[in-house]
């Protein structure tokens, strides 16, 4: 008999919603070795089970919501949970991950992770006490915002229970819904939460009283204060910029810098970014008095990055919430306004109504860019004066847009990639999609690592799969020179894909595990970084590290060194290549806006910035032989597969003729999925 | 005189202390099995950090009907002694903090014990929003210092504006 792995919960469970059936199986332990857990298992399972012909929004597609092994154990920042599915959005691999205190009380109760199938007649709710777990009526709760919702089964349940829930958005098709956990903590990329109302789930409400075992417990306690101390005696942790203004304090940074999207993506310097900074938003509305000024953290963190406050008074007197840079970002500069009380009420709408609030400002921001431009007529806006910086215009769109009403509000709910193709008229110029998915508060002329990472992300543009802040931080170039080869600054192309790469594998990893991204991909506290500083004399004493290889396997047992683990880590970037190449993703895809290559940055720090299309064609060319991908059709090449011992993904792919050798890759033929026609399914599903 | 002192301001609600002190004290990672407890109440954004506070009037050691529970003499702790525990439950009613529990599985009731005058969870509670005072004397000298300090100020800033 095989030894139980530590950490691990060791089964998961399977609700099939059309049959009202509900199982549980066990996770294998192959399939922790090769994919740990969290995104890694959830990807699998998603590759495993869903066609690449399925429609996002039909009951066929799979929701996999996963925990990882260290969750809910005192290692450093040990509450992630990853949810991965087919996007209704992008039409290509959907991923969202999210922190606080739901996951690990998911482990608690006894499982890893959550399969949703099929879909319910009526609405539901899924209801998990340890052992006992059934499908309860949420006909009451359909319609209510997530607030409500929440509240309502924090009642219906007991105030022990950790509740995700999908809001009114999601139920009625908006592609990108999330699932907000606890009120404020959201999965809300990739639409996540409208494959969770499509599925007529309302909320997964969860209670644990179980225990978490490790592998070696003797061991476990000094490798989880060795990554503590990594944090708190790292320099740029000890400056408490981060943990005492949380992550809105970035808006000044960016705007320093230059890379602070404005006015949708016209410029990249916003004049009122101190209006709605997070010294600003400390000042007015944080709610604790401390030195640690409302700071929350997820679980068994230190770095304590959310900031909770609360309008006291005046137009939007009474909203309260955590508040984070990107979505703060995304309805304040981008879309122009400089007033943070309707930035901060336009993001807690979003969390109640269950939207992305990334796609949601994003649209808004684009639509009023289009509107400018005049591509948007005054007759399609309904009398709407749709001029950046107008806060209340932008209130107004995010609850058409949440309630699907008027023509601009049901177009809004398809997303900047669909809208802006659906008016035409050259529209789709002005959004900033990547595989249809909208770019974050980072400009990408502004940091060419950043934005080449955009380019390679593999849920459409994204920051989160590499989030190589690397280039920002004022790092050493020796470390830059020993792990990417080249000496790494803000606006350069040399060794970008190295550590793009080197960036992804470790987030794939720390995905995996259930780490978050500050971790490794900000402080930067995780092995070899600290290390390179003691070697090149940065640092004076040998400093601790955080040790992922030394964490799983006093936590699991599973012995794997470093290399072994990025190695793990480039396998799920593959499984979840593989998924893409099934929808259709090529090549071609992997590309900036064109608007990032056209335009100079008109303004600010940056000014006169862009990304040069040459040099990042190039980029790119690197970046897959790296991979060993296929430079021409951006397929995985045989060898590579072989090489991550990946024989079923293989298989699949030679099957559908995604598949290319190493020595001919010139040579491709095979099925191919019209990637068109499954995008549109999505947003005519949104659109009935 | 030991006591743990708990000051919600600092806490952010890691839940490091729950986890420190059911993996000491339980050997696995359990918050349902911890003496200390994050009360979180995510909806008004507040996390209050509870546990037993040794009260020198302890109800708990009133209402035992067995005298199941007693003061430990090097720590001052309040401890339950589980071989004359028959379990009746009347502590967890009596404890106006909530930091008396059951154990179901094993039939006993638990509680913090101070981990005999060094504390688990207190290590891991980089904010001190949870501290371990071995004599709660120092904790009158500290807020007589805090106090003196504010007076010193607002003495200062009287004279400030006497002199305007």
């Given at each position: 008999m095989e030894e139980k792995l530590g950490g691990y919960a060791g089964k998961f469970l399977r609700v099939d919603l059309t049959s009202n059936r509900i199982t549980t199986e066990p996770l294998s332990r192959d399939l922790c070795e090769n994919y740990i857990g969290g995104r890694g298992i959830s990807g699998k399972i998603i590759f495993d089970e869903v066609k690449p012909e399925t429609d996002p929004l039909s009951a066929d597609n799979v929701l996999a919501i996963f925990t990882g092994p260290i969750v809910g154990t005192l290692g450093l920042t040990s509450g992630r949970l990853n949810v991965s599915t087919i996007s209704p959005l992008t039409g290509i691999y959907g991923n969202a991950n999210t922190g606080a205190n739901w996951g690990p009380e998911l482990k608690y109760a006894g499982y890893d992770g959550i399969v949703l199938t099929g879909k319910a007649e009526t609405p539901k709710y899924l209801y998990i006490k340890d052992d006992r777990v059934e499908l309860r009526d949420a006909t009451h709760l359909w319609g209510k915002g997530v607030m409500d919702t929440t509240n309502i089964l924090l009642e219906e349940c007991g105030h022990e229970f950790r509740i995700g829930a999908v809001g009114p958005a999601a139920e009625k098709g908006v592609l990108f819904g999330s699932i907000i956990f606890d009120f404020w903590d959201a999965a809300a990329r990739s639409g996540v939460g409208t494959v969770m109302?499509?599925?007529?789930?309302?909320?997964?409400?969860?209670?644990?009283?179980?225990?978490?075992?490790?592998?070696?417990?003797?061991?476990?306690?000094?490798?989880?204060?060795?990554?503590?101390?990594?944090?708190?005696?790292?320099?740029?942790?000890?400056?408490?910029?981060?943990?005492?203004?949380?992550?809105?304090?970035?808006?000044?940074?960016?705007?320093?810098?230059?890379?602070?999207?404005?006015?949708?993506?016209?410029?990249?310097?916003?004049?009122?970014?101190?209006?709605?900074?997070a010294e600003r938003f400390r000042d007015l509305y944080n709610v604790k008095e401390t030195p640690i000024p409302a700071g929350r953290a997820c679980m068994s963190c230190a770095n304590r990055c959310k900031r909770f406050g609360k309008i006291q008074s005046g137009k939007y007197a009474g909203t309260k919430g955590n508040i984070e840079f990107e979505t703060a970002c995304a309805f304040g500069s981008k879309c122009g306004v400089s007033d943070l009380a309707a930035v901060f009420h336009a993001y807690m709408l979003a969390n109640d109504y269950g939207m992305d609030g990334i796609s949601c400002g994003n649209m808004i921001a684009t639509f009023m860019e289009l509107y400018e431009e005049g591509i948007l007529d005054k007759d399609k806006t309904d009398g709407l004066d749709l001029h950046f910086g107008k806060a209340d215009t932008m209130i107004e769109m995010i609850h058409r847009i949440g309630n699907m009403q008027s023509e601009l509000g049901r177009l809004g709910a398809k997303g900047a990639y669909h809208a802006t193709k659906e008016l035409g008229n050259g529209?789709?110029?002005?959004?900033?999609?990547?595989?249809?998915?909208?770019?974050?508060?980072?400009?990408?002329?502004?940091?060419?690592?950043?934005?080449?990472?955009?380019?390679?992300?593999?849920?459409?543009?994204?920051?989160?799969?590499?989030?190589?802040?690397?280039?920002?931080?004022?790092?050493?170039?020796?470390?830059?020179?020993?792990?990417?080869?080249?000496?790494?600054?803000?606006?350069?192309?040399?060794?970008?894909?190295?550590?793009?790469?080197?960036?992804?594998?470790?987030?794939?990893?720390?995905?995996?595990?259930?780490?978050?991204?500050?971790?490794?991909?900000?402080?930067?506290?995780?092995?070899?970084?600290?290390?390179?500083?003691?070697?090149?004399?940065?640092?004076?004493?040998?400093?601790?590290?955080?040790?992922?290889?030394?964490?799983?396997?006093?936590?699991?047992?599973?012995?794997?060194?470093?290399?072994?683990?990025?190695?793990?880590?480039?396998?799920?970037?593959?499984?979840?290549?593989?998924?893409?190449?099934?929808?259709?993703?090529?090549?071609?895809?992997?590309?900036?806006?064109?608007?990032?290559?056209?335009?100079?940055?008109?303004?600010?720090?940056?000014?006169?910035?862009?990304?040069?299309?040459?040099?990042?064609?190039?980029?790119?060319?690197?970046?897959?032989?790296?991979?060993?991908?296929?430079?021409?059709?951006?397929?995985?090449?045989?060898?590579?597969?072989?090489?991550?011992?990946?024989?079923?993904?293989?298989?699949?792919?030679?099957?559908?003729?995604?598949?290319?050798?190493?020595?001919?890759?010139?040579?491709?033929?095979?099925?191919?999925?019209?990637?068109?026609?499954?995008?549109?399914?999505?947003?005519?599903?949104?659109?009935? | 005189?030991?006591?743990?002192?708990?000051?919600?301001?600092?806490?952010?609600?890691?839940?490091?202390?729950?986890?420190?002190?059911?993996?000491?004290?339980?050997?696995?990672?359990?918050?349902?099995?911890?003496?200390?407890?994050?009360?979180?109440?995510?909806?008004?954004?507040?996390?209050?950090?509870?546990?037993?506070?040794?009260?020198?009037?302890?109800?708990?050691?009133?209402?035992?009907?067995?005298?199941?529970?007693?003061?430990?003499?090097?720590?001052?702790?309040?401890?339950?002694?589980?071989?004359?525990?028959?379990?009746?439950?009347?502590?967890?009613?009596?404890?106006?903090?909530?930091a008396i529990h059951f154990d179901g599985r094993k039939g006993i009731l638990y509680k913090c014990d101070l981990c005999f005058g060094d504390p688990e969870c207190v290590k891991w509670c980089f904010t001190k929003a949870i501290e371990y005072v071995p004599d709660v004397e120092i904790l009158s000298e500290k807020v007589r210092a805090k106090h003196a300090s504010k007076v010193a100020k607002a003495g200062e800033a009287s004279r400030k504006l006497a002199t305007l």
């Amino acid at each position: 008999m095989e030894e139980k792995l530590g950490g691990y919960a060791g089964k998961f469970l399977r609700v099939d919603l059309t049959s009202n059936r509900i199982t549980t199986e066990p996770l294998s332990r192959d399939l922790c070795e090769n994919y740990i857990g969290g995104r890694g298992i959830s990807g699998k399972i998603i590759f495993d089970e869903v066609k690449p012909e399925t429609d996002p929004l039909s009951a066929d597609n799979v929701l996999a919501i996963f925990t990882g092994p260290i969750v809910g154990t005192l290692g450093l920042t040990s509450g992630r949970l990853n949810v991965s599915t087919i996007s209704p959005l992008t039409g290509i691999y959907g991923n969202a991950n999210t922190g606080a205190n739901w996951g690990p009380e998911l482990k608690y109760a006894g499982y890893d992770g959550i399969v949703l199938t099929g879909k319910a007649e009526t609405p539901k709710y899924l209801y998990i006490k340890d052992d006992r777990v059934e499908l309860r009526d949420a006909t009451h709760l359909w319609g209510k915002g997530v607030m409500d919702t929440t509240n309502i089964l924090l009642e219906e349940c007991g105030h022990e229970f950790r509740i995700g829930a999908v809001g009114p958005a999601a139920e009625k098709g908006v592609l990108f819904g999330s699932i907000i956990f606890d009120f404020w903590d959201a999965a809300a990329r990739s639409g996540v939460g409208t494959v969770m109302a499509s599925k007529n789930l309302k909320a997964i409400a969860v209670r644990g009283t179980g225990g978490i075992e490790v592998a070696r417990p003797k061991d476990y306690r000094e490798v989880a204060m060795e990554g503590w101390q990594a944090l708190l005696t790292d320099p740029g942790f000890k400056t408490q910029e981060h943990p005492a203004l949380g992550t809105m304090v970035v808006m000044s940074w960016e705007n320093a810098l230059g890379s602070l999207p404005t006015r949708n993506f016209r410029e990249t310097y916003f004049e009122g970014a101190s209006e709605i900074s997070a010294e600003r938003f400390r000042d007015l509305y944080n709610v604790k008095e401390t030195p640690i000024p409302a700071g929350r953290a997820c679980m068994s963190c230190a770095n304590r990055c959310k900031r909770f406050g609360k309008i006291q008074s005046g137009k939007y007197a009474g909203t309260k919430g955590n508040i984070e840079f990107e979505t703060a970002c995304a309805f304040g500069s981008k879309c122009g306004v400089s007033d943070l009380a309707a930035v901060f009420h336009a993001y807690m709408l979003a969390n109640d109504y269950g939207m992305d609030g990334i796609s949601c400002g994003n649209m808004i921001a684009t639509f009023m860019e289009l509107y400018e431009e005049g591509i948007l007529d005054k007759d399609k806006t309904d009398g709407l004066d749709l001029h950046f910086g107008k806060a209340d215009t932008m209130i107004e769109m995010i609850h058409r847009i949440g309630n699907m009403q008027s023509e601009l509000g049901r177009l809004g709910a398809k997303g900047a990639y669909h809208a802006t193709k659906e008016l035409g008229n050259g529209a789709s110029y002005y959004t900033s999609c990547i595989k249809g998915m909208d770019t974050i508060g980072t400009d990408p002329r502004g940091a060419i690592g950043f934005g080449f990472g955009f380019a390679v992300a593999s849920r459409g543009s994204d920051h989160l799969r590499a989030h190589p802040v690397f280039e920002m931080l004022r790092i050493p170039k020796e470390i830059g020179k020993e792990l990417f080869g080249a000496e790494i600054t803000l606006t350069g192309y040399e060794g970008k894909p190295q550590m793009v790469s080197w960036h992804e594998n470790y987030a794939a990893l720390s995905d995996s595990m259930g780490i978050c991204r500050f971790m490794h991909a900000s402080y930067y506290i995780q092995y070899p970084i600290p290390e390179l500083y003691y070697k090149y004399g940065y640092r004076k004493e040998s400093p601790h590290s955080l040790k992922f290889h030394d964490w799983l396997a006093v936590t699991t047992g599973i012995d794997m060194d470093y290399e072994q683990l990025m190695k793990v880590g480039e396998r799920i970037i593959n499984l979840e290549r593989a998924i893409n190449l099934r929808v259709g993703i090529r090549r071609k895809d992997d590309t900036l806006p064109e608007r990032f290559f056209r335009e100079p940055i008109p303004t600010g720090p940056a000014k006169g910035r862009k990304v040069d299309k040459k040099r990042f064609e190039q980029l790119v060319d690197k970046y897959y032989e790296l991979r060993g991908w296929d430079k021409k059709t951006g397929f995985i090449t045989e060898e590579k597969l072989r090489e991550l011992r990946m024989d079923d993904v293989l298989s699949e792919l030679k099957l559908r003729g995604l598949l290319v050798s190493g020595q001919h890759s010139a040579e491709i033929s095979g099925v191919k999925v019209k990637k068109s026609e499954k995008r549109q399914s999505g947003a005519k599903k949104a659109g009935k | 005189m030991g006591k743990i002192v708990f000051n919600p301001n600092l806490c952010t609600g890691c839940r490091a202390c729950e986890l420190a002190c059911s993996f000491y004290c339980e050997g696995i990672f359990a918050p349902s099995k911890s003496r200390i407890r994050v009360v979180k109440m995510d909806w008004q954004g507040v996390d209050v950090p509870t546990g037993c506070e040794h009260c020198e009037d302890a109800p708990c050691m009133l209402v035992c009907p067995v005298k199941a529970i007693y003061r430990d003499e090097d720590t001052d702790a309040v401890l339950i002694d589980c071989d004359t525990c028959i379990g009746c439950k009347e502590c967890i009613v009596a404890c106006p903090f909530g930091a008396i529990h059951f154990d179901g599985r094993k039939g006993i009731l638990y509680k913090c014990d101070l981990c005999f005058g060094d504390p688990e969870c207190v290590k891991w509670c980089f904010t001190k929003a949870i501290e371990y005072v071995p004599d709660v004397e120092i904790l009158s000298e500290k807020v007589r210092a805090k106090h003196a300090s504010k007076v010193a100020k607002a003495g200062e800033a009287s004279r400030k504006l006497a002199t305007l």
